[in-house]
T-cell receptor
Framework: NAGVTQTPKFQVLKTGQSMTLQCAQDMNHNSMYWYRQDPGMGLRLIYYSASEGTTDKGEVPNGYNVSRLNKREFSLRLESAAPSQTSVYFC?????????????FGEGSRLTVL | SQQGEEDPQALSIQEGENATMNCSYKTSINNLQWYRQNSGRGLVHLILIRSNEREKHSGRLRVTLDTSKKSSSLLITASRAADTASYFCATENKADMYSGGGADGLTFGKGTHLIIQP
């Protein structure tokens, strides 16, 4: 099984450019999440989707938008990239709505904004 | 907001020794989870302990939870070179069960970087 797949794995942007990070899971999970990981900061939740058709803000949503395209796919969009958005982005999914269970993570997307 | 804080930030031990890392948190939780992250990879779930449990085992892993002290520990016995990784605790905060998962949700600590010397 592929699990959680993220694309692209690496991306370099200039300030002000836009891009979309794609995420897909093949485990028939209901909930999906986007986290960012910065050195010394651990993981911080950007947005999550408890079920198909719903999205909610996490701890650090500013500068991002998300789309739950269908049950499998959850994308993260940066409309106007800033250097502060240089980070490693992780998509994750879990079986049930809510948090009482295991998260399955993708391999990460490493974004550099110049 | 940071809920879990791991201690130590870094730990280096010899292969075969036991490794212990700790996690402290601030608010009441429903459960606490531990994850491992190998360099350049995604996080992998190791073990989940619920707030009404005190100890849980999985292979060479032993997790304890002390809700009165708001702390948890992860013990890896008979360490191997392949255990070299960063380890994170993550808490599901009590309030989120009723809010359906709010901004805090599953909150991760900053991690302990474990190095196993061969």
């Amino acid at each position: 099984n592929a699990g959680v797949t993220q694309t692209p794995k690496f991306q370099v942007l200039k300030t002000g450019q836009s891009m979309t990070l794609q995420c897909a899971q093949d485990m028939n999970h209901n909930s999906m999440y986007w986290y960012r990981q910065d050195p010394g900061m651990g993981l911080r939740l950007i947005y999550y989707s408890a079920s198909e058709g719903t999205t909610d803000k996490g701890e650090v949503p500013n500068g991002y938008n998300v789309s739950r395209l269908n049950k499998r796919e959850f994308s993260l969009r940066l409309e106007s990239a800033a250097p502060s958005q240089t980070s490693v982005y992780f998509c994750a999914s879990s079986k049930d709505r809510g948090w009482a269970g295991e998260l399955f993570f993708g391999e990460g997307s490493r974004l550099t904004v110049l | 907001s940071q809920q879990g804080e791991e201690d130590p930030q870094a730990l280096s031990i010899q292969e075969g020794e036991n490794a212990t890392m700790n996690c402290s948190y601030k608010t009441s939780i429903n459960n606490l989870q531990w994850y491992r992250q190998n360099s350049g990879r995604g996080l992998v779930h190791l073990i989940l302990i619920r707030s009404n449990e005190r100890e849980k085992h999985s292979g060479r892993l032993r997790v304890t939870l002390d809700t009165s002290k708001k702390s948890s520990s992860l013990l890896i016995t008979a360490s191997r070179a392949a255990d070299t990784a960063s380890y994170f605790c993550a808490t599901e905060n009590k309030a989120d069960m009723y809010s359906g998962g709010g901004a805090d949700g599953l909150t991760f600590g900053k991690g302990t970087h474990l190095i196993i010397q061969p």
